[in-house]
């Protein structure tokens, strides 16, 4: 029985979360080997792409006359390309350009899925139907084919016209696997409660819903952040990604496979950094993965 004047829980307890609703600490996800490899590839990459050029010679649009398709030396750290730039600060400006757009495309397709799984899961009926509808329409659309048919209108809009287009096409299988885990949440007793205390549907789905799905959200930005890098990349190669004067690792890599066995350093150094840039992202992404949905401690007594 508890005390006059103490509150209705015994001294030793301590109450008890929702199911799902956790978070994991930074300093405990960062002790996840998986985790702390890929957090520091990951911002070593970031610190080379934008401050990397600072310390070269040379500058983005600078060309070297004397210097045409020459390997790395201390004049040029990697090397020419055949119009005499260097490769040292076109590169590190590609993956500036390729981080930019892993990390919006990632966060525009994941938000896009959170919001149209959550809403058709929480709300059956004709809600459902219509945004199951159209997700399993969106699926069976050739992307390769829309890409084509609209690239025009994209050239004019630059890269952000690509970044959109590119998250028009990655949140579907998300969107219905947010949709199954809505279901599921939405008969739990704290969603229950919620709704009878005269929560909102929106309140509910922001502050109940959506938390619990935090670790398949977090996964699935890191994981689309290397699918867009890859996406851009393939695009660039048969010349509907980034378009000049912008530069991409796809751009650069599309540039530089045909000097691939005569002048490897065309093609390497772009090449590399695409790999460092995928592994870390997949790294970070799997070891919060792990941690998200691993680490749920058993409430205390």
């Not at 390309?81 to 500036?96: E, H, M, N, S």
């Not at 691939?260 to 065309?266: F, R, S, Y």
Request: include cysteine; hydrophobic fraction near 50%; proline fraction near 9%.
């Amino acid at each position: 029985m508890p005390r006059p004047g103490t509150s209705g829980t015994l001294p030793y307890e301590t109450p008890a979360r929702p199911p799902g609703r956790r978070s994991a600490a930074p300093p405990a996800l960062l002790r996840r080997p998986r985790v702390l490899a890929g957090a520091v590839l990951l911002a070593l990459l970031a610190l080379l792409a934008w401050l990397g050029p600072l310390a070269a010679p040379w500058g983005f649009t600078e060309r070297d006359h004397t210097s045409f398709l020459q390997p790395p030396s201390p004049r040029h750290w990697f090397g020419t390309d055949a119009t005499g730039r260097d490769l040292y600060v076109v590169t590190l400006v590609g993956l500036r350009k390729s981080l930019v757009i892993g990390l919006l495309v990632a966060v525009l397709t994941t938000a896009a899925a959170a919001v149209v799984g959550a809403v058709s899961g929480y709300f059956p009926g004709l809600p459902d139907r219509v945004l199951t509808w159209l997700t399993d329409l969106a699926l069976v659309v050739p992307p390769l084919l829309v890409l084509a048919v609209l690239f025009p209108v994209a050239e004019r809009g630059g890269w952000l016209a690509l970044v959109l287009l590119l998250a028009a096409f990655g949140w579907m299988v998300t969107a219905r696997m947010v949709r199954g885990a809505t279901r599921s949440l939405r008969r739990r007793e704290y969603v229950r409660a919620a709704r009878y205390l005269g929560a909102s549907p929106t309140a509910i789905i922001v502050r109940h819903l959506l938390p619990n799905l935090s670790a398949l959200l977090v996964a699935d930005v890191t994981v689309n952040v290397s699918a867009a890098v890859i996406a851009e990349t393939g695009l660039s190669y048969v010349g509907l990604g980034v378009q000049p004067p912008d530069v991409s690792l796809g751009t650069l890599i599309a540039d530089g496979t045909r000097y691939a066995t005569t002048h490897p350093w065309m093609f390497g150094f772009c090449t590399g950094l695409l790999v460092l840039l995928v592994l870390a992202v997949n790294l970070l992404g799997e070891g919060l993965h792990d941690a998200l949905t691993r680490d749920t401690p058993a409430p205390r007594l």
